[in-house]
């Protein structure tokens, strides 16, 4: 294909193609697209000439990033532009009493007009500083890269090192490698278990929290980092509660109890969690581009969500089940077979109950750990917090996004309004920080001390 077509740099792999199905659904609502960014927020100006030489090296090694996602056929391909665009942006943004100037810009450009896909870069580098503050903005669309891979390439612009930059290097979709591991009636097996799967998910029909008839405008956000001391805590109660490995699963269950708590009158089932499992090695350093993830998803029937014991108990079994039955590879094949689909199609089978015909999730979910791409300097630069934020479809309207930082734990929740509005995330966040903070199953925390607000 490239030989006969120079200007195509890459093919989307079946991951690519299911995050791009959900950019088609976000476009169909009138929003921008599947944009996703990271934020790190510094004490200083980082060394600019540095950065800009950094950043140049990536779109030299890495030519996708300043690509064009283009349609040939029924297939999409990232393709080289006749004229290159510049991706790397910085912006004094001067302080003023009415707002905050960063957030301002933040907001402006994740909330940008749509643009045609063939026109939006892929990926973007903003330096903002309102003179006293400054933050690294880095925004992709998600058909370029997971979470993780956006990760690597924050780690890749802070290495120092030229020699070991040069261990950054780009290999095959993880995807297409796990599927080759299969023969075809293998796959064939793989596919009806995800199916399967799916079809027992739909029994339930998805508690979706606020059921408004009103079209999405813009994508907020309202960033909380919680103390050290709390974080020490939180992962405390998340061993006990779901173990060494399944900390997502425990903000997961703490949401779902959170949001049971300030909805009335929730109609559904079950709260149902679309989340990724990461086929990366850990510590890999390729990749970059390219997603490379599989979907799983946490369900929990709403009678289970007065009794925290059996909430997570439950949550806990649910995942081993899944991994005893292999459900994050039998999804490999569904990927594949549904990167055929248009994208309308794809998108509409993501979202949509086979049974109900109606939303699939309660919210989105994200959580990226401890991230490999900072320590405790950027580019001379010190990292003083990170937060990241992605555009959603509505329903659900609503994200959570988590991470771990230099010991401290930032939730990150993205809300479509006028869906839902911050008077209502204050609501939802007070009642989060007591479920993160409480260790008495079968009952509601009491009042503790809130985490400092961003």
């Not at 309102?130 to 891979?149: E, I, K």
């Amino acid at each position: 294909m490239t030989a006969k077509n120079p200007d195509i740099l890459q093919a989307l792999n079946p991951a690519d193609c299911f995050t791009l199905a959900m950019d088609e659904q976000i476009r169909r609502e009138n929003m921008p697209g599947s944009l996703c960014g990271f934020a790190l927020e510094l004490d200083k100006m980082p060394d600019v000439a540095e950065l800009t030489r950094r950043i140049e090296e990536l779109v030299q090694r890495f030519p996708v990033v300043q690509s064009s996602l283009q349609q040939r056929g029924r297939r999409f391909y990232w393709c080289r532009r006749q004229q290159p665009r510049p991706i790397f942006f910085q912006r004094h943004c001067p302080a003023t009493d009415a707002a905050d100037p960063l957030r301002t810009y933040i907001l402006e450009h994740i909330n940008r007009s749509a643009e045609p896909r063939e026109a939006i870069n892929p990926l973007e580098f903003h330096l903002l500083s309102d003179g006293a503050r400054h933050l690294f903005f880095m925004r992709w669309l998600h058909p370029l890269c997971d979470a993780r891979g956006a990760d690597l390439i924050l780690k890749y612009l802070n290495t120092a090192d030229p020699g070991q930059r040069q261990s950054f290097a780009e290999s095959e979709p993880l995807v297409d490698v796990q599927l080759r591991k299969f023969s075809f009636w293998q796959k064939i097996r793989l596919f009806l278990k995800a199916k399967r799967h799916i079809e027992q998910l739909d029994r339930y029909r998805s508690i979706v929290p606020l059921q408004r008839d009103l079209p999405a405008r813009r994508l907020n956000y309202s960033t909380h980092r919680f103390s050290a001391e709390q974080t020490r805590l939180i992962n405390s109660l998340a061993r006990r509660q779901v173990g060494l490995t399944g900390t997502s699963l425990y903000y997961i269950g703490c949401l779902m109890r959170a949001l049971e708590q300030i909805t009335e009158q929730p109609e559904g089932d079950a709260y149902c969690v679309p989340y990724a499992f990461n086929l990366r090695r850990q510590k890999a350093l390729t990749p970059l581009l390219g997603n490379h993830i599989c979907p799983l998803f946490a369900q929990v029937p709403k009678p289970l969500l007065a009794n925290r014991q059996r909430l997570f108990e439950h949550l806990k079994k649910q995942n081993a089940e899944v991994i005893r039955q292999q459900i994050d590879y039998a999804f490999l094949p569904a990927m594949w077979a549904a990167s055929w689909l248009s994208l309308q199609k794809h998108g509409e089978q993501l979202r949509k109950s086979y049974h109900h015909g109606t939303e699939r999730s309660s919210f989105w979910f994200s959580d990226i750990g401890q991230p490999d791409s900072t320590t405790e300097n950027f580019c001379q630069a010190g990292v003083t917090g990170m937060f990241h934020l992605c555009q959603i479809s509505t329903p659900p309207a609503l994200a959570l996004l988590t991470c771990q930082f230099q010991k401290q734990l930032t939730l990150t929740y993205n809300f479509l309004e006028p869906l839902y509005d911050q008077s209502w995330l204050d609501r939802l966040h007070i009642a989060m920080t007591r479920e993160l903070l409480n260790d008495h199953p079968g009952e509601t925390a009491g009042t503790t001390n809130h985490p400092h607000d961003e």
